[in-house]
């Protein structure tokens, strides 16, 4: 009944409720660092947005999204004509590769990385092509990437900072890659972690826009701006793609207070400096301990930290639960991702962890 493609892949099994598990296992407080979501909440003049915005809900939001698409736009100095706005990043990816995928057709990417640009492919019948990252550095093999394309490659989905390593691409590497691939084949750079990217070698994309029409940039509220659960993202894309992905893109995928939270969210660029700051500083807290204790890391420009436990990772998974610390397994064998949260949310979880490495 259902299209073959759906055969090998399974539903997305949500995490239970926070306050179900807190309940289950008689903990006075759960700390979730397994999203990748910020710490600090939102910047006030969200809330302060919110509190107001009740008031017109009966009425469709605007399906464009105008206001927030200008914002986005003069924030970026692009035109508010190349801005998708989606419901989140997983909105956007779905709607590129449900516009652009056919069966036969096949993706490049790096392995690990985001499940949804794989997910997606496989679901338009599309077959995916990972390049695995270095193992030693962690960082992703753009030029193995740019040798994988062949006839049938349609996207390369650059996820950078990449989820899960942390790890970046440099501008250098990212203007080969642009350089070495035709242009009919994609080039997304999902920057969803972008504003937590402190080395000096990562790339200003949007410098990149108007030599390459094949480049597409993503970014997100859901992470920096602490908007995960509105529900709101967006994409720089290039004018051939517009009005196929606006066919695709569902008329309100947005939600008008979304994109009014998210017009306020930008306006608080110094919320955003004070999160990237103590992003900084929590990652040293992870650094030392890690470091310490002689554990493999990659150096992360991201809100998060991927390393090797050198033990079972699912194992370790349930026993910081069992101490109200929820963190990511099921990456690679051994591995944990655990995101930064505030000083004392990564001390503590840093002790969890130290203690049950103890008994190991
Ligand atoms: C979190 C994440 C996203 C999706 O975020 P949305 O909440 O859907 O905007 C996209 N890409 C990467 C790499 C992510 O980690």
Known sequence: MV?????TLS???????????????????????????????????????????????????????????????????????????????????????RAVLEPGDNIIEAAPTFSQYSLHATIEGAETIRIPVNEATGKSDLTAMASAVNTRTKIIWLCNPNNPTGTISSQQEVLTLLESVPNDVLIISDEAYFEYATSAEYPDTFALLDRFPNLIIMRTFSKIYGLAGLRIGY???????????????????????????????????????????????????????LDERSLTYYKSDANFIFFDTKHDATELFNQLLQKGYIVRAGLRPNWLRITIGSASENRACIQALASILDTK
């Open 3 to 7: 299209k073959s493609s759906l055969n």
């Open 11 to 97: 539903a997305y099994k949500p995490g239970k409720p926070l306050e179900e598990v807190r309940r289950e296992l008689g903990l006075k407080k759960i700390t979730k660092l397994a999203s990748n979501e910020n710490p600090f909440g939102t910047s006030k003049s969200v809330t302060r947005i919110l509190n107001e915005g009740a008031t017109s809900l009966s009425y469709y939001p605007d399906g464009a999204g105008r206001i927030l698409r200008e914002n986005i736009a003069a924030f970026h100095g692009v035109s508010t004509d190349k801005i998708l706005l989606g419901s989140g990043l997983d909105d956007v990816i779905q709607i590129i590769s």
């Open 235 to 289: 994409a720089i894309i290039p004018d051939p793609l517009i009005e196929p992905l606006n066919i695709v893109r569902l008329p309100f995928n947005t939600s008008s207070i979304a994109q009014s939270a998210a017009t306020a969210a930008l306006s608080d660029q110094a919320f955003v400096e004070k999160c990237i700051d103590a992003n900084t500083k929590g990652l040293q807290q992870w650094y030392d301990f």
